[in-house]
């Protein structure tokens, strides 16, 4: 299997995405980051 995909997500901080911008949940295959910031400057 090739590398892993680096995949950049910019969301709010909603009970829906908090597992998986905390590592907790994590995807096959997809290195995730974070954008970081506000939710204004999304």
């Known amino acids: 299997m090739a ?3 680096r995949l950049t997500v910019a969301c709010g901080d909603y009970d829906i ?3 998986l911008k905390d590592g907790t949940v994590t995807a096959d295959g997809i290195e ?3 954008a970081g910031g506000s939710e204004e400057g999304i």
């Open 32 to 34: 995730l980051g974070n």
């Open 17 to 19: 995405v908090r597992a």
């Open 3 to 5: 590398g892993k995909i």
